[in-house]
């Protein structure tokens, strides 16, 4: 339990740091978008401070998962790193399609805005330092976490939006092709449009309560058929909690009559199963015996 602890504050402290350093990133990239007049800029800005709210929500989502249960919160606050994974997807997409809507304008109106090349070159610069020292300090926490992957999402993909800031910049200075900038500030957010969408399926899908992709219920089924004593199982109800944790409801008929203590052995044995061949190892079972119940896998209940 400890060591759980001890991780968790581990990305805490990373979501802060990361927070400081995207914090002086948009401040730095936003005075010089205005002092440049490069749009592009303006985008990888914006993008950058899309990430601090992101990691704002992020860390304050981390500190809500560690919350104890109580009789009003069951589960506590363990769902709220994926609401800000979602939250943080949803933005990026808002954000990347205003961009677009911005770069399109520019470009329609043939705007031969001169651009100071050489400066949006350093601050794009300064920004892959910044944000790459971010990437590091989040990635080793992304692996198995939608809100840390979210919040990493947000760090990679605006580094590479600064490495084609960074080119645009050079390709201004040394031969002047200004709209470059207008079409550099499309591609970086149709890059975050495709960045983030994934994950805005994948975390509205654990809102929602989906059976998870990874889980093939109609084999699950049939190994449960497979233990003695139990006919089938049906009435299935199969969630993700978050990251790491799965959940499953379902009816257990009997092939005879048994006692509590009987019928308790026989949902052991599934609960094992389930847990070894299935990854679930939060298992709830009615045990029934001659039950004129819909015996369906999935029953729709709004019937």
């Given at each position: 339990?400890?060591?759980?602890?001890?991780?968790?504050?581990?990305?805490?402290?990373?979501?802060?740091?990361?927070?400081?350093?995207?914090?002086?990133?948009?401040?730095?990239?936003?005075?010089?978008?205005?002092?440049?007049?490069?749009?592009?800029?303006?985008?990888?800005?914006?993008?950058?401070?899309?990430?601090?709210?992101?990691?704002?929500?992020?860390?304050?989502?981390?500190?809500?998962?560690?919350?104890?249960?109580?009789?009003?919160?069951?589960?506590?606050?363990?769902?709220?790193e994926i609401l800000?994974?979602?939250?943080?997807?949803?933005?990026?997409?808002?954000?990347?399609?205003?961009?677009?809507?911005?770069?399109?304008?520019?470009?329609?109106?043939?705007?031969?805005?001169?651009?100071?090349?050489?400066?949006?070159?350093?601050?794009?610069?300064?920004?892959?330092?910044?944000?790459?020292?971010?990437?590091?300090?989040?990635?080793?926490?992304?692996?198995?976490?939608?809100?840390?992957?979210?919040?990493?999402?947000?760090?990679?993909?605006?580094?590479?939006?600064?490495?084609?800031?960074?080119?645009?910049?050079?390709?201004?200075?040394?031969?002047?092709?200004?709209?470059?900038?207008?079409?550099?500030?499309?591609?970086?957010?149709?890059?975050?449009?495709?960045?983030?969408?994934?994950?805005?399926?994948?975390?509205?899908?654990?809102?929602?309560?989906?059976?998870p992709p990874?889980?093939?219920?109609?084999?699950?089924?049939?190994?449960?058929?497979?233990?003695?004593?139990?006919?089938?199982?049906?009435?299935?109800?199969?969630?993700?909690?978050?990251?790491?944790?799965?959940?499953?409801?379902?009816?257990?008929?009997?092939?005879?009559?048994?006692?509590?203590?009987?019928?308790?052995?026989?949902?052991?044995?599934?609960?094992?199963?389930?847990?070894?061949?299935?990854?679930?190892?939060?298992?709830?079972?009615?045990?029934?015996?001659?039950?004129?119940?819909?015996?369906?896998?999935?029953?729709?209940?709004?019937?």
């Open positions: 339990m400890e060591q759980h602890h001890h991780h968790h504050d581990l990305k805490g402290r990373s979501l802060l740091l990361t927070i400081g350093l995207n914090m002086a990133i948009t401040i730095v990239q936003v005075a010089g978008a205005f002092f440049t007049k490069s749009l592009s800029l303006l985008t990888d800005a914006l993008h950058n401070f899309s990430d601090v709210m992101a990691l704002v929500i992020s860390y304050i989502a981390n500190k809500l998962s560690k919350r104890d249960y109580s009789a009003q919160k069951s589960y506590g606050y363990k769902r709220a800000a994974a979602f939250l943080n997807a949803a933005t990026l997409l808002v954000i990347s399609g205003i961009l677009i809507y911005e770069a399109i304008e520019r470009f329609l109106a043939g705007s031969t805005t001169a651009i100071d090349g050489q400066m949006v070159a350093w601050l794009a610069g300064f920004s892959i330092v910044a944000n790459g020292l971010s990437v590091l300090l989040v990635k080793r926490h992304a692996a198995d976490n939608m809100n840390m992957r979210s919040a990493y999402l947000h760090l990679f993909s605006d580094m590479l939006s600064s490495v084609a800031v960074l080119a645009g910049g050079l390709l201004m200075h040394f031969y002047q092709i200004h709209w470059i900038d207008s079409l550099l500030s499309v591609f970086i957010a149709l890059y975050l449009i495709v960045a983030s969408w994934k994950l805005l399926i994948k975390t509205l899908g654990v809102l929602m309560q989906f059976t990874s889980i093939d219920i109609e084999k699950l089924s049939q190994e449960i058929a497979k233990i003695e004593g139990i006919e089938n199982i049906h009435h299935v109800h199969i969630w993700q909690l978050n990251d790491t944790e799965l959940h499953l409801e379902a009816h257990l008929d009997l092939t005879e009559n048994r006692s509590v203590m009987s019928a308790n052995e026989l949902m052991k044995k599934a609960n094992a199963l389930i847990a070894e061949q299935f990854g679930i190892h939060h298992c709830t079972f009615q045990a029934e015996y001659r039950v004129g119940d819909d015996k369906s896998l999935v029953v729709n209940e709004s019937r």
